[in-house]
């Protein structure tokens, strides 16, 4: 079983590409900045804005969610969407999100 926020096989291309690497090569740990509900497509713009200022997002939809996805063009529970550790903070402030990730302070 994948744990939350864990690179898996179905997601790797383009995405995985400009995901910030490691010292090791490796794709910087993912954490949640968000989940946001798809009726009004605050999460289609949030990704987009975030993408457009050079953030690369990841977005994972929870519990039932990628069968809603496919088949209605949405969520029901949602999409969670993680960002880069080291762009955390950035993403929480364009977004203006309290966030629930861990900073290294």
Not at 32 to 50: F, G, K, P
Not at 65 to 85: A, C, E, H, N, W
């Amino acid at each position: 079983m994948r744990k939350e926020g864990e690179w898996g096989k179905a997601i790797r291309g383009e995405l995985y590409e400009r995901w910030p690497k490691d010292e090791n090569g490796e794709p910087e740990e993912p954490v949640r900045l968000a989940t946001l509900i798809n009726l009004n497509m605050v999460d289609e713009l949030t990704v987009n804005m975030l993408e457009a200022c050079g953030i690369p997002c990841l977005c994972m939809y929870p519990g039932d969610g990628s069968f809603g996805k496919l088949i209605m063009g949405m969520s029901g529970q949602g999409t969670d969407i993680y960002v880069p550790r080291s762009l955390a903070a950035d993403a929480a402030a364009l977004c203006n999100y309290q966030g629930d990730y861990e900073t290294e302070d």
